[in-house]
Nanobody
Framework: VQLQASGGGLVQAGGSLRLSCAGS????????IGWYRQAPGKQREEVAR???????NYADSVKGRFTISRDNAKNTVSLQMNSLKPEDTAVYYC????????????WGKGTQVTVSS
């Protein structure tokens, strides 16, 4: 199973982007979903997660700027990114999360986000 991330691009610092994670299956609307990013030379890190009940958690570095949400009608989970900074530049991925919060599926290609200063 792979979840596909899309919506990346090039944006100036202070700008916004909205990423989308597309899933499939009747259970996607109840899946725990995490957004991750990996910058060049750095380890992949989790930036936001959405629980099956709708609870959310964010990394301190994005808190107040990023919002994760689910659209059940479209079978997608979005990551709205505002007030982007150059340090947000990375390849962004989404994945399903296990009950203990670990990524469950093979990683997809991700989507590149580049923030220019």
């Amino acid at each position: 199973v792979q979840l596909q991330a899309s919506g990346g691009g090039l944006v100036q610092a202070g700008g916004s982007l909205r990423l989308s994670c597309a899933g499939s299956g009747s259970t996607f609307s109840r899946n725990r979903i995490g957004w991750y990013r990996q910058a060049p030379g750095k380890q992949r890190e989790e930036v936001a997660r959405l629980g099956s009940s709708g609870s959310t958690n964010y990394a301190d570095s994005v808190k107040g700027r990023f919002t994760i949400s689910r659209d059940n009608a479209k079978n997608t989970v979005s990551l709205q990114m505002n007030s982007l900074k150059p340090e947000d530049t990375a390849v962004y991925y989404c994945n399903g999360l296990s009950v203990v919060g670990s990524p469950m599926y093979d990683w997809g290609k991700g989507t590149q986000v580049t923030v220019s200063s």
